[in-house]
Structure formats: structure tokens, C-alpha cells
């Protein structure tokens, strides 16, 4: 079954479900690699003083923490943001790539589901990972660059926490798919809305409330960390 013949599609969280990464791990290696030494130490340092707000927005609003890690772009050039974008995924994503990530994609691409990654990472960041994983499309965060440098904000709308429910909808929507056929997979209680969405939720690496949450209402819980061959378990 070709895309354009999919009737649903499979939504997949990036970091912590198939990838051992998290939003700060890209961060990190783009603050490091600016200009010059001397300005690569001043975005680590204001970074590192910031730590104790972007923690507490981690707990109290994705979208805000996603908005203050982003900021710290400012002024990088959007060549500077692409050029290291291979590398990232090379040398801090590919790595922790779990191992039966790719096999679980390809699974639903042979159920004659689309299969798309829906994350709060930035684009340029996560293609690296859909070619490499064969996945059809990327929902994920845009920076808004002007004059070719990035303003520090967020492109609309932005990817996080309850807002990709409303995405995947439209994506379902605008490729006419159904959604009680969709499904999704995430590892964090913030993902919520989105595997409420679809008629197929599963968790992958739950945090503590989301297995709570699985194990109540009977939601697959996943293990794809281990190579295909040592096995998977499934709670249910």
C-alpha cells in the first residue's frame, strides 16, 4: 500500500521513544560550536544560569520550556544551524538510536500505515533521523530566522506537550486519514492529548504517570531498547 493510499498513520515521539536523547543534547552541541571559543563559554554560561527555569517550565508548561530552550539560538547564522545538523545526528542521535526503533517503523509502514515523527525538536534536527528510519513526514519545531539569522523565537505553531493533539488531527485531516485507525507512541505523561487522539496509544519507555496511566487503561507498553533478537516484552 502506497502513502497516498494510507487510511491511518503512525505518530511517533522522538526523544526517549525511539532515541535515548533529549531536547538539550543537539542545545548543547550547537553552543558549543559558535564562532569563536570566547562566544561558544558566554552561550554555555548563560545557558547553565538558566538551567533552574528551564527545569521548572519542563514541569509546568512544554511549550514555555520549548520557547526559553530555543531562545538561545538568537544571532546564530542559519548556515552555522544546518551545517552542524548532520553532524548532531551522526554523533548524538544515531548513537542512541534504539534498537528496535527502525524495526518498529517499518512495521507499520508494512500494516500500510504513514509513518511520521511528531516532536518538539527542530526540524533540521530530526530529518536526519526520518530518512535514516524511512519515515514519511516530520511535524517538529521551526526556528523563524531573519536576514538569515535566527530571532530566537519559534516559527507557529509550535510543537509541544498538549498542542500535538490538535497536529495530529490536522495532519489526519489534511491527508484524510482515520483516526481511529492512527497510532501513536510516546514515553512522557506530557503526550498525553496525542495518544488520546488516535484509536491505537502505546508507550514506549513510559515515565512513572504515563505507565500509571497505560497500565489503567490497558495501553501496549513497548520495549524497543533491546536488539529484536534478545525479544520485546509487551504489558497490556
Known amino acids: ?36 571559543p570566547a562566544r561558544s563559554l558566554m552561550r554555555l554560561g548563560r545557558a547553565a544560569l538558566q538551567t533552574p527555569i528551564l527545569a521548572l517550565a519542563e514541569l509546568r508548561d512544554r511549550r514555555l520550556f520549548n520557547e526559553l530552550l530555543f531562545s538561545h539560538f538568537a544571532g546564530m547564522s542559519e548556515d552555522r544551524v544546518v551545517l552542524l545538523a548532520e553532524e548532531i545526528f551522526e554523533d548524538t542521535i544515531r548513537p542512541r538510536i534504539f534498537a528496535g526503533a527502525a524495526d518498529l517503523v517499518q512495521k507499520c509502514q508494512a500494516a500500510g500505515m504513514r509513518t511520521v515523527l511528531i516532536t518538539g525538536s527542530l526540524d533540521v534536527n530530526v530529518w536526519p533521523l ?18 538569515r539569522k535566527a530571532t530566537g523565537k519559534l516559527r507557529q505553531p509550535v510543537v509541544a506537550g498538549p498542542e500535538k493533539a490538535g497536529l ?11 483516526l481511529s485507525a492512527c497510532h501513536a507512541y510516546s514515553d512522557s505523561f506530557s503526550d498525553v492529548p496525542m495518544l488520546s487522539v488516535v484509536g491505537h496509544p502505546a ?16 495501553w501496549p507498553i513497548l520495549d524497543i531498547q533491546r536488539p529484536a533478537r534478545e525479544g520485546r516484552r509487551m504489558h497490556e
Not at 487510511?7 to 564562532?35: I, M, S, W
Request: hydrophobic share 45%.
Open 168 to 178: 495530529i488531527v490536522a495532519d489526519a485531516t489534511r491527508h484524510g486519514l482515520d
Open 130 to 147: 526520518a530518512r535514516h528510519l524511512g519515515c514519511d513526514d516530520v511535524i517538529a519545531n521551526r526556528l523563524e530566522f531573519a536576514h
Open 203 to 218: 508507550c514506549i519507555n513510559p515515565d512513572a504517570r504515563l505507565e500509571r496511566l497505560a497500565r489503567a487503561y490497558r
Open 1 to 36: 500500500m502506497t502513502q497516498a493510499q494510507a487510511k491511518a498513520a503512525a505518530y511517533f515521539d522522538v526523544d526517549g521513544t525511539l532515541c535515548g536523547t533529549n531536547l538539550l543534547h543537539p542545545l548543547l552541541v550547537y553552543l558549543a560550536n559558535q564562532e569563536t
